[in-house]
């Protein structure tokens, strides 16, 4: 597989905590795993960045190239009037070694961050523990 794997979540969402609330506490070098069917997939954060609606690095959108991982979610001011955020958080993974069991998040710094994938494909990230200021 080559190319970079985008994922896209809610930082919040008609006033409930989203699924990437907490995508801009990780840190480089810090662990990110994504559950494909049975397995775990396992990423290690490089870069993260914060930038301006519209102006994404063009590696988010890589279609070839070596694999990554993209994370992004809205942070920036909440505007009001549009109901949107002025800004996106990006975070840039690279595949580490090896694939687990579903077992596999167990133990992991707080830091970390676990991609489930429900039943119905949708995404959703654990743990989405709340935290101030965020819409």
Request: charged fraction near 15%; aromatic fraction near 8%.
């Amino acid at each position: 597989m080559s190319g970079t794997t985008l994922i896209i979540g809610h930082v919040s969402w008609a006033g409930q905590y989203g699924v990437f609330n907490r995508l801009d506490d990780l840190k480089v070098g810090d662990p990110v795993q994504v559950e494909v069917g049975s397995i775990w997939l396992h990423y290690r954060v490089v870069v993260l960045g914060e930038y301006t609606k519209g102006a994404l690095p063009s590696s988010v959108f890589a279609i070839s190239g070596s694999p990554a991982l993209a994370l992004v979610t809205c942070a920036g001011s909440f505007n009001y009037a549009t109901g949107h955020y002025t800004d996106n958080v990006v975070v840039m993974a690279v595949p580490t070694s090896g694939t687990s069991n579903p077992d596999a998040p167990r133990g992991f710094p707080n830091r970390s961050l676990h991609i489930l994938e429900r039943e119905s494909g949708i995404p959703t990230a654990t743990p989405p523990v709340p935290r101030g200021g965020r819409h």
